[in-house]
């Protein structure tokens, strides 16, 4: 079987794009690397988020729904985004940074025996900053330098997402039997007495490339709102490699959306027994189709088969004030 390269990008719900652009470059000092629309709902913004260069692997995004109520946690869903940072100094640093901007957080713990800091942004997304520590694994992306959050402190990439299930084995046997992973440990829940959390990784293991999966059945079903995470994407590193993982899960019988060109990556989505959404991202070609590197994000951005409806998108889109 192939193997998947790691984690690709996270997508998120906002109901306030402004808000959501303050917090993620300038409290968190990510780069927008891209401001396009929802291409399913092109009345909408989507934004991303990530380093330097918009790597595959350091990307966080989010649909702009204004107007969007409250999430209600539960099961069902990925529950917390994990951000990659260089070591314990940097958590340490955004410990003081958190204080000082009056940002909720948590106190500093071990999951999968890293170091990592919970944090949430204004709308209460459920976020955690881990530190390599020199781990090897899948290789961290670029700090992006335009902001004012030092540079050997800045998020480099996307760590472990959690997902939260009633029951774990369902989704731990797509996981290893469909998609190949690796069961390679577990921890204790901190959440009180329930099952460890189990911890899965793909590729070349590592922070980039891991799953963990947390039992809760006392647990409602989600309900999704502001600050909920709509899928998380796995890295396909190519066309080829992408038409065989459309087959392989085809053949499993997933319900399933058929291949979607993104134009900026080609991508294939489908929900586990669990009711999480997957997708898979090719890496190529990347954000830097359309626009040079050191312009990235600054305009808006539309595939070729939209930009015919740009008077007409733009017409319908809300004014955006970042």
Not at 90 to 119: C, M, P
Not at 266 to 277: G, S
Request: zero cysteines.
């Amino acid at each position: 079987m192939k193997k998947l390269l790691g984690l690709h990008h996270v997508s998120i719900l906002t109901g306030k794009a402004e808000r959501n652009f303050h917090f993620y470059t300038k409290v968190l000092g990510l780069r927008l690397v891209k401001k396009t629309v929802n291409q399913d709902n092109t009345e909408s913004y989507h934004l991303f988020y990530g380093d330097a260069k918009g790597n595959p692997g350091t990307e966080i995004t989010f649909f702009d729904i204004p107007g969007l109520g409250r999430t209600y946690p539960g099961v069902g869903s990925i529950s917390s985004t994990s951000l990659r940072v260089r070591d314990t100094a940097a958590l340490h640093y955004w410990e003081d940074r958190f204080k000082q901007l009056g940002i909720y957080q948590e106190t500093i713990v071990k999951r999968a025996n890293r170091d990592s800091l919970a944090f949430q942004d204004y709308e209460g997304t459920r976020l955690v900053l881990v530190a390599d520590n020199g781990e090897t694994g899948v290789r961290a992306g670029e700090p992006w330098g335009g902001s004012d959050v030092l540079t050997e402190h800045a998020i480099i990439g996307l760590g472990p997402v959690t997902l939260t299930v009633a029951v774990a084995e369902p989704t731990a046997g797509v996981l290893t039997e469909v998609m190949g992973f690796t069961r390679v440990g577990s921890y204790p829940s901190l959440a009180g007495d329930f099952p460890e959390i189990q911890v899965f990784a793909t590729g070349e293991g590592g922070s980039g490339a891991e799953v963990h999966i947390e039992s809760r059945p006392d647990l409602p079903r989600e309900r999704a709102g502001r600050g909920s995470v709509h899928h998380v994407a796995f890295r396909v590193p190519n066309e080829e490699e992408y038409n065989y993982w459309a087959e392989r899960i085809s053949s499993f019988g997933f319900i399933n959306s058929g291949k979607v060109e993104r134009y900026y990556f080609k991508a294939f989505y489908f929900r586990e027994p669990n009711h999480i959404l997957f997708e898979l991202s090719t890496d190529t070609p990347g954000f830097d189709v359309d626009e040079p590197i050191e312009t990235l994000g600054e305009q808006l951005a539309l595939p070729p088969f939209l930009e015919p409806k740009r008077a007409e998108i733009e017409a319908n889109l809300r004014p955006l004030d970042i």
